[in-house]
């Protein structure tokens, strides 16, 4: 998916400082919604979250993966992208996904747990 067809004002929403939600399912139960930072790449259609090893959604997802919704709104504007989530956990990985997220936020705080939620955008929804 090229995400950079989606236009410049979908790009902007995604590099604005806003607060996202990250969906993910429980078994036999309603989804698990948190608020989170998330960073999106537009020509490799990957979001990324980061967040500690130990949380609760890194578990959901799982070594297996998942699929996930991540979303952030702004009065009327609003946009949801879909995917399926993986942990990583390389060194290198979680220092771009930091990098990313300081970028579009504040520089996080020391977390030597950390792992990256990367999600590949199959689907967006939205209107921006």
Same mark, same amino acid.
């Given at each position: 998916?090229?995400?950079v067809e989606? =236009? &410049?004002g979908f790009a902007a929403?995604?590099?604005e400082r806003h607060l996202c939600t990250l969906s993910t399912? +429980?078994?036999g139960r309603p989804p698990h919604v948190v608020p989170v930072g998330a960073t999106l790449d537009l020509e490799?259609?990957?979001a990324r979250v980061i967040t500690s090893g130990g949380s609760y959604k890194a578990g959901l997802i799982g070594a297996? =993966? &998942?699929l996930v919704a991540l979303c952030q709104v702004d009065g009327r504007r609003w946009s949801t992208l879909e995917g +399926?989530?993986?942990i990583r956990t390389g060194p290198e990985e979680v220092a771009d996904?930091?990098?990313r997220y300081a970028a579009r936020y504040k520089p996080p705080r020391v977390n030597p747990s950390r792992v990256v939620v990367e999600i590949q955008v199959t689907r967006v929804l939205g209107n921006v």
């Amino acid at each position: 998916m090229n995400l950079v067809e989606q =236009g &410049a004002g979908f790009a902007a929403f995604w590099q604005e400082r806003h607060l996202c939600t990250l969906s993910t399912a +429980r078994p036999g139960r309603p989804p698990h919604v948190v608020p989170v930072g998330a960073t999106l790449d537009l020509e490799t259609a990957v979001a990324r979250v980061i967040t500690s090893g130990g949380s609760y959604k890194a578990g959901l997802i799982g070594a297996s =993966g &998942a699929l996930v919704a991540l979303c952030q709104v702004d009065g009327r504007r609003w946009s949801t992208l879909e995917g +399926r989530a993986v942990i990583r956990t390389g060194p290198e990985e979680v220092a771009d996904a930091e990098r990313r997220y300081a970028a579009r936020y504040k520089p996080p705080r020391v977390n030597p747990s950390r792992v990256v939620v990367e999600i590949q955008v199959t689907r967006v929804l939205g209107n921006v």
